[in-house]
């Protein structure tokens, strides 16, 4: 099947992108706004419409498959790419992408992905948020060249050896920590609620209080509204490095600190990401490490996660190396090419470790699609329902995608 033309549309995304920085540092609320001066260059505004760009493949037999580019919420901090533009990145792929596609005939997805992951104007690798994009819509064609699902076709050239099956969702709450977590409850989302702990005074506590409360209420309110007794979610937490702050990034006083929490948990599993901030990869991979052996030496069930610092292939390859976590973040968007999020689940899966198919609010319907695919081909542990902070979307949306690609597969067989 070959390609005969390229059309990019910009849109909108599921959310927001947001500035951390200036949230961390104690930003106020003003509505759904935020008010204050932005903090990470290139933000306009604490808060700011998310950008998508839908990249369009026309193919030859007259079928259109397509992928959304787009980044993360929190873009511009902890290694990650800046703000993403659509226009501008509507300008690079045409001018400089589309021709090198025009014409192609699509035999596999892995080379080519691999070429656009690579690509380069002006000696400089294009965006991660345009690779990102462009190898969905590249999977989808190659999927679309041979009749089958696009899990199939990464089961297929990666040699997963995988069963393709679907996995739990995990649902994020935003900032309507408590309403969200009862859809949560009512859906039985596999994996709940991230919480949204990222500001130490107001959602952590000084002393980690607030926390305490919350982590108490959400299991309270599980074991109050759960339709079945067989319910028993994972609770999963992302502390945006609070807890660090908290405590002075004392491995010993942050490893104590969860312990105690596991014990609000239970009789749930707890799982806390990015617990205390590194600064950079290598001190990232050092800080998780040491806390993971902190809590296994108190014999702790507790799951390390993490996410920030972890943004390509190669930072997660670190993290493996040194097994600093139970559960890696695959933030998709920020690795670029979908090329590298296989690569990477399917790195996590091999070593043990639990891959969580993941990456963020601000992406859309369509990538959030893509990503069921990958999780469910790549033995992921967990995919995030994505976009938006609403939860019955994008649970909608992951569950329903994962649901008609097992009953395609399975009635092909």
């Not at 961390?24 to 505004?45: C, E, R, W």
């Not at 965006?127 to 041979?146: E, N």
């Not at 290598?282 to 702790?300: H, P, T, Y």
Request: glycine share 10%.
């Amino acid at each position: 099947m070959k390609i005969v033309d390229v059309l990019c549309v910009p849109g909108l995304t599921g959310f927001y992108v947001d500035d951390q920085a200036a949230i961390l540092a104690g930003a106020g609320h003003d509505g759904f706004d935020y008010v204050g001066t932005p903090i990470t260059p290139g933000f306009k505004s604490i808060r700011e419409p998310g950008q998508s760009l839908s990249v369009m493949l026309i193919l030859d037999s007259g079928e259109v498959a397509h992928g959304d580019c787009a980044v993360v919420q929190y873009s511009g901090v902890g290694g990650r790419d800046p703000l993403f533009d659509a226009i501008e990145a509507k300008k690079v792929i045409e001018s400089n992408i589309a021709p090198s596609l025009i014409g192609r005939v699509l035999q596999d997805f892995r080379s080519i992905a691999n070429e656009i992951d690579n690509f380069e104007v002006g000696g400089k690798r294009v965006s991660a948020g345009i690779r990102f994009g462009l190898t969905q819509a590249l999977l989808d064609a190659v999927a679309k060249s041979k009749s089958v699902t696009m899990a199939e076709v990464i089961k297929d050239e990666y040699q997963t050896g995988i069963e393709i099956s679907v996995v739990p969702m995990h649902t994020q709450s935003g900032d309507d920590r408590y309403s969200n977590v009862d859809k949560m409850i009512l859906k039985e989302s596999g994996v709940l609620p991230h919480g949204l702990i990222n500001n130490l005074e107001t959602k952590l506590g000084a002393d980690g209080q607030i926390f305490k409360d919350y982590v108490l209420w959400v299991r309270n309110r599980v074991l109050e509204i759960r339709k079945r007794a067989t319910y028993n979610p994972v609770l999963q937490f992302d502390v945006y490095g609070t807890i660090g702050q908290a405590f002075d990034s004392d491995i010993n006083k942050c490893a104590d600190y969860l312990v105690e929490v596991s014990k609000l948990a239970e009789p749930f599993l707890l799982r806390v990401e990015h617990v205390i901030d590194g600064k950079s990869v290598a001190g990232q991979v050092a800080v998780s490490k040491a806390l993971r052996d902190a809590l296994a030496a108190r014999g702790s069930k507790v799951q390390i996660s993490v996410d920030e610092w972890c943004n390509t292939l190669e930072d997660i390859e670190q993290f493996v190396a040194a097994k600093a976590a139970d559960v890696i973040h695959v933030k998709m968007p920020d690795l670029g090419g979908i090329n590298n999020t296989i690569e990477a689940l399917l790195l996590i899966h091999r070593s043990g470790l639990g891959g969580y198919c993941g990456g963020t609010c601000n992406e859309t319907d369509r990538s959030a699609q893509v990503s069921a695919h990958i999780a469910m081909a790549c033995g992921a542990i967990q995919v995030l329902a994505k976009p938006g902070m609403g939860v019955d979307e994008g649970m909608m949306i992951v569950g329903n995608e994962m649901a008609r690609t097992a009953a395609l597969i399975a009635n092909r067989k």
